[in-house]
């Protein structure tokens, strides 16, 4: 079986982690800062904190920017669920931007639109969730201008884009937005089995959201509102969840993060290999934007579905499937969930999203795959499409 995507685990991480299990600290020792302290050096951003999931790194990243009923978060259509939810976490409403044809990104363009519309009804967002799709990153630079002129904040949820670069600096520095989230998904480009990181270059944020992190308790006494009654003192000052990392995890993490530049040079590898192997197909291969180099967490072709008829998408994906090759689609638009229907979402409300939906598939990228796996893939598609 040949998968979309998968983790790549050496000894040297079995080494660390086993070295966890021997010492005394499972959690919240020494690991968990390495981790964090490993990620910082990569992105050059001031603070990090590494959690359970990136799903819990954009809760705690709304709740630090006060995202509350009555207020408005705006994401893209092309990601996963999580990208939204954590606006309903807050008790926040949601809306989405449709995306580029050309990068699949939340298009800046249809934002600034979308601004002016909401301007005008009294209903601006208060953040707005830019995605680096398949790792490449979005139109910062447009995004951060309409932050400043309308008075938004920006997560990037960079789950797929750690190791990536916008305008030749790392994803992460927060040059661009308040706060950026990485995923540790063993699908993602480094794993921790299940992790999340949450990175900002301000204090106030990073103070809230190592509250949240932990059941909203500190030891710091500046944060106590008395003097401490004795050593044994904590308070809690705010209402936080338990979304910690394991040290277990964390040392998994730091050990992958040794080996994160070549794994984004090898899915580079890959890529144009695809390109290459893949440019006389009846399909579109991914675009790339100069300001961007991309992590490649996913390589997804769009099939041009007039050139193929009467051969469907679906038959296309059916057949890669029957061959082992465990293709996927990213994603199925968020907005036509039936629970995002129920809020009143529809098919039709964002086409560029809905037609990028009935073409693409994900084919297999990781730093793993063989290039006789990548044949074998290319061979697979091109029968798939000449049936
Ligand atoms: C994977 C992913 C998430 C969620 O990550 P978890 O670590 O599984 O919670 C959020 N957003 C995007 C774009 C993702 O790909």
Redesign the pocket.
């Known amino acids: 079986m040949i998968r979309y995507g998968q983790q790549h685990i050496t000894q040297a991480d079995i080494d660390a982690v086993t070295a966890v299990l021997n010492s005394t600290n499972l959690t919240q020792g020494s690991a968990g800062i390495a981790f964090e302290q490993a990620v910082l050096a990569e992105t050059g951003a001031r603070h990090a904190f590494a959690v359970n ?4 790194a ?1 809760h705690i990243a709304c709740l630090a920017l006060e995202l509350g009923p009555g207020d408005w978060l705006w994401t893209t259509p092309n ?2 669920v ?2 939204a939810n954590c606006a309903l976490y807050c008790g926040a409403s949601v809306d989405f931007v449709d995306i580029d044809p050309k990068t699949y990104n939340l298009c800046p363009v249809e934002l600034e639109k979308k601004l002016i519309k909401a301007e005008r009804a009294g209903r601006l967002p208060k953040i707005v969730i830019p ?1 680096h ?1 398949s790792g490449q990153p979005c139109d910062m630079a447009a995004i951060a201008a309409l932050a400043e002129k309308y008075g938004f904040k920006v997560i990037e ?1 960079a ?2 884009a750690i190791g990536g670069r916008y305008k030749g600096e790392p994803i992460g520095n927060g040059r661009y937005s308040d706060i950026t ?1 990485f ?3 063993p699908v ?1 480009i480094v794993t921790t089995g ?3 990181m949450a990175l900002t270059n301000d204090d106030t944020l990073a103070t809230r959201m190592s509250l949240y992190r932990s059941h909203g308790i500190t030891r710091d006494p500046q944060l106590m509102t008395h003097e401490m009654d004795g050593p044994w003192y904590y308070q809690q000052v705010a209402l936080g969840y338990n979304y910690r990392m394991t040290d277990i995890q964390a040392a998994l993490g730091a050990s992958q993060m040794t080996r994160l530049h070549g794994y984004v040079e090898r899915r580079h590898e890959i890529a144009r290999r695809y390109d290459a192997l893949l440019a006389d197909l009846p399909l579109t291969t991914p675009w790339q934007s100069p300001d961007s180099y991309s992590a490649f967490h996913l390589y997804v072709i769009r099939l041009n579905l007039e050139q193929i008829a009467p051969i469907t998408h679906k038959e296309v994906f059916e057949e890669l499937r029957a061959r082992n090759i465990m293709v996927n689609l990213h994603y199925i638009p968020v907005h036509t969930q039936p629970y995002y229907q129920k809020m009143g979402f529809d098919w039709g409300d964002h086409p560029e999203s809905e037609q990028y939906y009935r073409e693409a598939i994900s084919i297999p990228m990781h730093p793993s795959l063989t290039s006789d796996e990548q044949d074998f893939v290319v061979a697979s598609l091109r029968a798939a499409l000449q049936q």
Do not use: N, P, R, Y
């Not at 999931?53 to 819990?56: E, F, G, I, L």
């Open positions: 999931s990136a799903t819990s954009l990601t996963f999580a990208s995605v799709f949820d789950s797929h989230v995923s540790f998904h993602k299940e992790g999340g």
